[in-house]
């Protein structure tokens, strides 16, 4: 018998594998293509952003791979990876006196925090004691 996703998991990871399309899409920069859309990129990648994307690929993967199957640290681990980006977007945001450009990353960071939040419920069966 199969046990059908939550529809909420389900969009969250799926929300996860189109960030993991668009980091690997950004290693081939094409920059007439992404311009249309108001996406500009840095013409010479140095190594350690790409290594840096890298990282963010097989982090996304490895933690929606647990969000999926419904494992608990699947759920613990999107949590940081959240929590870790919305303290970074913060604390940019905090130090740059004029326009930020981190805004995006501060706003996709809670809003990803606000939809992992709910779900918990079918990561941890609570037990009914009597």
């Known amino acids: 018998m199969t046990v059908e996703k939550p529809r909420l998991v389900t969009y969250i990871v799926a929300l996860n594998f189109l960030n993991v399309?668009?980091?690997?899409?950004?290693?081939?920069?094409?920059?007439?293509?992404?311009e249309k859309f108001g996406v500009y990129f840095n013409t010479v990648p140095s190594f350690s952003e790409g290594m840096i994307r890298m990282l963010m690929i097989i982090s996304l993967v490895i933690i929606s791979y647990g969000f999926l199957n419904l494992k608990g640290w699947g759920y613990w681990l999107m949590i940081a990876y959240n929590s870790f980006f919305l303290a970074e977007s913060l604390f940019f945001l905090l130090k740059q006196n004029g326009q930020s450009h981190n805004t995006s990353g501060f706003i996709t960071s809670l809003l990803g925090l606000m939809i992992t939040f709910p779900s918990k419920r079918y990561f941890f069966k609570e037990s009914k004691s009597s």
């Open 21 to 34: 399309f668009l980091l690997t899409v950004s290693f081939f920069p094409k920059p007439n293509f992404f």
